[in-house]
């Protein structure tokens, strides 16, 4: 389930045939004084996928639901129930917790049921955090899986291997297959039946690296050379599989805010669909190919932003402000560029920060992956080329289920300075999920203090790093 955010939660599944998504849900895991409701019918043209918008939940409540599927065809059979629970958002002040991560079946690792499988769902599972933010890459559609990968000790990495992961995916049902994949874990199906979700996208739920007047050339694995044709498939199986609440205004918009009580409010970003071409990001001007975020969704978050009244605003984005990614020998990939000024698309970045200091913004923190490894950046403006911005703090973790890479350099514009890393300097590039270097972040928001207590842990659940952030007044 997902986006739960005052008295509702969007409940989701899957079927394999035409069928109506039923689900029943209570305050009690008996079921006593359930509620029942019919949802829409799932069908082809929706990749047999189906959601309910649950309306009407008590704040604070554990809240137990089971969803099964009438078949249309046979009105008498039904599907086997799926049971779940959830706990709603508070109506006052408690103890909350929030996780995040990035990153899942990258890099040629996939399912190997032989390992444990995807690991680090079940691990996430037994954190129990009020709310997961999955930071983008949810699934790798321009990576098809090897059947073995041969480790550094001799052993072999099996992967399952299915149809639509044995090639890119180009078509409207090999980008849901890509999904269908990753649903093939049974850590996965406990985990997403457990624990509510806050889902970004960010490039390989496309193709790697990619903006929306992208023309893929010299790929032969690509008989489709539009990434604004692949962009539109790959939307619509995103939107098909996550359990997002569908915007009434824009029902292909991702970026929207979760407020989760009065503590914590969700910012989730969308870094994709709005950007300007990877370039060599030195521009002095801002302009649409300056852009990241795109000046709708900057006002946008300009607005919310303010407007939150949670003491605590978790800016959940699907790439760091402040390392360095490349694109090639000579285009940038993220927001950095190198050392200096603002230029190119830290000019957006630059704008957007000075507003929320002018508009007094308070007790931000930026969640983010991308980078394959687990990281701690705190931002200040002393250190900085461009000072008009309030100290911040930004967090990375992932990669869940992908390869392990870095570190990437720093770039000084805003001033950050590391302050955990979670791999050595000189990292073997691509080291597998049994290797452990697998990343998660938590933050614990104190009920009595407010205090957030941020932490990064690993593969198995054990912090890493940690810091306490007081809230300013």
């Not at 939150?308 to 940038?332: E, H, M, N, Y």
């Amino acid at each position: 389930m997902g986006d739960v955010t005052g008295d509702r939660a969007v409940v989701w599944s899957r079927t394999d045939r035409p069928a109506r998504l039923v689900v029943e849900y209570a305050t009690t895991e008996s079921f006593r004084d359930a509620r029942r409701v019919a949802g829409p019918a799932a069908l082809p043209d929706t990749g047999f996928t189906a959601r309910v918008d649950l309306s009407g939940l008590p704040p604070g409540q554990r809240i137990a639901y089971r969803a099964r599927f009438q078949d249309l065809s046979d009105l008498g059979v039904w599907s086997e129930p799926i049971p779940g629970t959830f706990l709603t958002p508070p109506g006052g002040r408690r103890d909350l917790s929030f996780a995040w991560g990035a990153d899942t079946v990258g890099q040629g690792w996939g399912i190997d049921p032989a390992r444990g499988g995807m690991r680090m769902y079940e691990t996430l599972r037994r954190a129990r955090p009020d709310v997961f933010i999955h930071c983008g890459d949810t699934i790798y559609a321009d990576q098809p899986l090897p059947a073995e990968v041969t480790l550094d000790d001799g052993t072999v990495w099996r992967n399952l291997v299915t149809p639509a992961k044995a090639k890119v995916a180009e078509t409207l049902e090999e980008f849901r297959g890509q999904f269908l994949y990753n649903l093939m874990d049974e850590n996965l199906r406990r985990f997403n039946a457990e624990v509510p979700q806050v889902v970004l996208w960010d490039d390989h739920e496309v193709r790697d690296n990619w903006w929306p007047t992208r023309v893929i050339e010299k790929d032969p694995r690509y008989q489709t050379q539009s990434v604004a044709l692949l962009a539109a498939r790959a939307r619509r199986a995103f939107l098909e599989h996550q359990p997002i609440r569908l915007s009434s205004e824009d029902p292909e918009r991702i970026y929207r805010s979760i407020p989760y009580g009065p503590s914590l409010e969700v910012f989730a970003l969308d870094l994709r669909s709005y950007r300007g071409p990877n370039s060599r990001n030195r521009q002095e001007v801002a302009g649409d190919e300056t852009a990241i975020l795109g000046a709708r969704q900057v006002a946008w978050l300009e607005d919310r932003l303010r407007a939150s009244r949670a003491t605590w605003k978790v800016i959940a984005c699907d790439q760091p402000l402040g390392l360095v990614v490349g694109d090639g020998p000579a285009r940038f990939e993220a927001v950095a560029n190198g050392n200096g000024a603002p230029l190119g698309r830290e000019l957006e970045i630059a704008a957007l920060l000075r507003s929320l200091r002018d508009r007094r913004v308070r007790n931000l923190v930026w969640v983010t992956g991308d980078v394959h490894y687990a990281a701690a950046h705190h931002y200040e403006p002393e250190r900085a080329r461009f000072k008009e911005f309030h100290s911040f703090w930004e967090f990375v973790a992932g990669p869940l289920h992908a390869g392990t890479f870095g570190p990437n350099a720093l770039d000084d514009t805003f001033g950050p300075e590391v302050r955990f890393r979670g791999i050595p300097a000189d990292l073997k590039p691509n080291r597998p999920p049994s290797d452990g270097l697998q990343f998660f972040g938590m933050g614990r928001i104190d009920a009595k203090t407010e205090v957030l207590t941020v932490s990064l842990h690993n593969l198995a659940g054990e912090p890493v790093f940690r810091v306490n952030l007081e809230p300013e007044r």
